[in-house]
């Protein structure tokens, strides 16, 4: 029985293989046309199982401005392939292998990054909100139009950054290591949340922190001069030794309301 489950399996493997080839061969004309340019995003876009093989099969190779909010693109190559301005929201994209110079303009919210150089000059109004990145290199000043508002860092290890006046507004750097950062001018408004985060030594000169959550966090040694902390949750916060100097303070700076990403779910 055995023998007879993996020829079945390798039976389906070669016709998936072959159909695919068809419909890759079939449809090669049409994805070259750029006069039927709408007609590929509403009829390929219904069949994501189809999109998935051209891709594989590098038939595709110019997806500029496609709408592939929601597709399945896991575990695919697709360096090469140009995606400037396409929507990739809510994509999946695990394991997934962009090139960074062919990005420009797209929208990448609510996705999954692994292992993306997000230093390349060569990116261009990038919009991440809200998405997770995992294993990342980040360089605001390599690389200035990144849209980070609402973004997912949790947890990630970016000791040394440049994020020098960067729009964080809302993001999740919940333990993340930002020791050493530069987040000078930086805008972590919006109920950013920065519990139990590694920011000694950080520069958060002149950076907008109202409403943040810092619970937990080490700001020991950090320079905030300058910097807006009114209304800023600071409950168990580690300030040794960091510079306040004509940072704007309440009288009571502790906020009894957490950050939505520490509210508690009931």
Partial sequence: MPVTRRTSWAARTRFRLRIAKEVAGRYRWLLRDQALLRFKRQALRRSRWIMRALLRLRVMRDLSGMNLGGLDLRALDLRGVKL???????????????????LAGATLRD?????????????RELDLQGARLRGVEID???????????????????????????????????????????????????????AGADLRGVD????????AD?????????????????GTLLLGTNLDEADLRDAGLDDRPVSAEPSEHNRDPR
């Fill in 84 to 102: 400037d301005g396409a929507d990739l929201a809510g994509a999946i994209l695990d394991a997934t292998r962009l090139d960074v110079g062919h």
């Fill in 111 to 123: 996705t999954t990054i692994y292992g993306i150089d997000l230093t390349d000059p060569r990116l």
């Fill in 140 to 194: 605001i000043e390599r690389a200035p139009c990144l849209f980070l508002r609402g973004v997912n860092l949790c947890g990630e290890d970016l000791h040394g950054v440049r994020l020098a006046g960067a729009d964080l507004r809302g993001a999740n750097l919940n333990g993340t290591n930002l020791s050493a950062a530069d987040l000078s001018g930086v805008d972590l408004g919006g109920r950013a949340s920065l």
């Fill in 204 to 211: 958060l000169r002149e950076a907008n922190l109202y409403r």
């Fill in 214 to 230: 810092l619970t937990g966090a080490n700001l020991a040694g950090a320079n905030l001069q300058r910097a807006n902390l009114r």
